[in-house]
């Protein structure tokens, strides 16, 4: 899966490993199931989120091995990627309560 924005500002390319696609739905379907609408919310503030790391992917910090986190507004994830030659590459969008372990072994 990749994902970009189309306004007039520079973008790069957001390219989706396995893994934070599976994250991406797993959360989405857990708070659909928690109540109707909350996994479509989940998923526009994730949306929000990848705009402004395709917008500017140096914007958040390095956490661990040139690996960026990006914090989800309003829900307790994070976005873990990196970015590497005109392109963004994430590699997790994990819960904050899960081991630093999960993520960092797919980078």
């Known amino acids: 899966m990749s994902w970009q924005t189309s306004d007039k500002t520079m973008i790069y390319e ?12 797993d959360a989405s379907v857990w708070y659909e199931s928690q109540r109707q609408g909350l996994g479509h919310f ?14 500017n992917p140096l914007l958040y910090p390095v956490i661990y091995r040139n690996t960026r986190r ?14 590497e030659e005109r392109e963004v590459i ?3 969008i994990i819960h ?6 999960r993520w960092k072994a797919r980078v």
Request: without cysteine.
């Open 70 to 83: 990006a914090v989800i507004h309003k829900f307790p994830f994070a976005i873990f990627y990196r970015f």
């Open 14 to 25: 957001i390219r989706f490993r396995p893994e934070a696609e599976n994250d991406i739905e």
């Open 96 to 101: 904050g309560s899960r081991s630093p372990q």
């Open 42 to 55: 989940f998923l526009n503030e994730v949306e929000k989120s990848l705009a402004v790391i395709s917008e």
């Open 90 to 92: 994430v590699f997790g």
